[in-house]
């Protein structure tokens, strides 16, 4: 292929990708219950001050800083992808846009990396646009996007940081060029400050090659590169790690037993048997696309193709974590996201085999390539998250009511209670007022508190005044917000 067919193509998938990636952040005009709106009042209350992150940003009422979902002080994730975010509200105010549109523009650019890299290992050019093609229509890639699967932003960044560096360290394999270097042990510094010692992963295979290659040519200098990027990728995240154990030790010290858990517990129900990833490699591939992953990774050392330092440390980077992940306790199927486009370099190398092989028509091939893209990308299962989704009115319904607390709610009240399923996120996330929501009634202790306080209170309602306890409506300074929310 020429190079400006080649150019023409690549630039063709990455503008339908990003278009179909914006009509995802279009899709559902709220934050998605689990982790979305998390994400997103932590980064909004970031905006205000990036070196302080908060979810409850005035608490009134006493918490537990062990609860991630209603503490004050919140590191239960690292920050660079809340920065991200709070820059982006920033720029665009406080929106479900605003909060999605870094995962927009890094999932297109995943993309480009996914391309390139699979340009570095095969060096042909075909093998590394069917990769870009499988990548744009993935359908666990666009649901993360949405919101719709925990732990959706954070994945989206970590992916693309890991998968740079990688990047990075594979240029650096090609021309031996010190700033590739630099390069990986940023984007490594960063996925780590994403989500943590997972962003390690580069090293990895670079670690494991630099060790034998010093030991087959007895020369120790062969470790400089490794260890240069290594100290580069430490600068980058350590001195966060430092300054929240500084600030905030209480919350930094717990959550970092927290992270342990998981790899000796089931946490929040996230369970599974050692098999759990490979049963949802459709979910990652399709169905057909998982039998065309393991059988890429077999044609590619067959013919050669991946019997190279790159070719072996990508089926190393994929089948690392798989081995990991399935060892430890606590399983979530994006724990594999980062890694799932060298999967996809797989399916697109065997698919490049078979054409090849069994000398394939244009017109079956093309067949064979719409079905695997429908495989991927399941159309049905986004269409029936949205339209055949019977509670997705109700947050719609709910969300617009959020969007206008400000002007619904008289000024003086900044305390609303009686909210459901963490809908308190949302109201705070959306209004421009010092308010903080607060799930369920109240009690009776509380409410005595608060009388004795005189602070003025406002509650929700769901199916009418009647639904709130008798000892709450006798409250001398309760608004009742006559804007029934659904369920």
């Known amino acids: 292929m ?53 979810l409850f940003k005035t608490p009134f009422l006493p918490y537990d800083f062990r609860d991630w979902s209603a503490n004050h002080i919140w590191v239960h994730k690292q920050p660079f992808f809340l920065w991200q975010i709070a820059l982006s509200i920033k720029a665009f105010g406080a929106t479900v846009f605003a909060v999605r549109f870094p995962s927009l523009l890094l999932s297109t650019l995943t993309l480009l990396l996914s391309y390139r890299i699979a340009y570095l290992v095969t060096k042909k050019h075909e093998i590394a646009l069917l990769t870009l093609l499988l990548g744009t229509f993935s359908n666990f890639q666009l649901n993360l996007l949405a919101g719709r699967i925990p732990t959706d932003h954070n994945d989206i ?64 200098n062969l470790v400089y590169p490794l260890l240069m990027s290594g100290l580069i990728c430490l600068l980058v995240f350590l001195p966060w790690q430092f300054f929240i154990y500084s600030n905030f030790s209480t919350e930094y010290r717990y959550e970092s037993w927290f992270n342990r858990q998981h790899l000796i517990k089931v946490i929040e129900d996230h369970g599974g048997s050692i098999f759990f990833y490979v049963k949802n490699f459709k979910n990652y591939f399709g169905y057909a696309g998982s039998f065309l992953c393991l ?127 963490n809908q308190n996120i949302d109201v705070m996330f959306y209004s421009n007022r010092p308010i903080t929501a607060y799930r369920d009634s109240l009690t009776p202790t509380q409410l005595e508190f608060l009388r004795h306080q005189k602070v003025p209170l406002a509650v929700f309602t769901y199916q009418g005044v009647d639904t709130l306890p008798a000892y709450l409506k006798d409250y001398p300074d309760l608004y009742i917000i006559h804007a029934k929310l659904q369920e």
């Open 157 to 220: 960044a970590f992916g693309f940081y890991l998968l740079a560096s990688i990047w990075a360290y594979f240029e650096f394999l090609r021309t031996h060029k010190w700033y590739w270097l630099i390069a990986a042990g940023i984007f490594s510094g960063i996925a780590v400050l994403v989500k943590w010692l997972v962003g390690l992963l580069v090293f990895s295979a670079w670690g494991l090659s630099t060790i034998y290659f010093c030991w087959q040519q007895r020369k120790l």
């Open 295 to 421: 059988g890429g990774i077999w044609w590619g050392y067959r013919t050669g193709i991946l019997n190279t330092l790159m070719g072996k440390s990508v089926i190393f980077y994929l089948f690392l974590p798989l081995a990991f992940f399935s060892v430890v306790a606590t399983k979530m199927n994006n724990f594999m996201y980062p890694v799932i486009p060298f999967g996809m370099l797989m399916v697109a190398l065997a698919i490049f085999y078979l054409v090849h092989q069994f000398k394939i028509k244009p017109a079956i091939l093309l067949l064979l390539i719409i079905f695997l893209l429908l495989d991927i990308g399941k159309p049905y299962d986004i269409y029936a998250g949205t339209v055949l989704n019977t509670q997705r009115m109700a947050k719609v319904h709910n969300a617009t009511i959020f969007k206008k607390i400000d002007s619904i709610l008289p000024s003086k009240y900044q305390y609303i209670f009686n909210l459901k399923k």
């Open 2 to 54: 020429q190079k400006s067919s080649i150019n023409f193509f690549v630039v063709g998938l990455l503008v339908i990708a990003f278009l179909l990636r914006l009509s995802m952040v279009e899709l559902d005009p709220f934050l998605q219950t689990w982790d979305e709106h998390f994400h997103a009042l932590v980064a909004k209350n970031l905006a205000s001050d990036m070196l302080k992150p908060q």
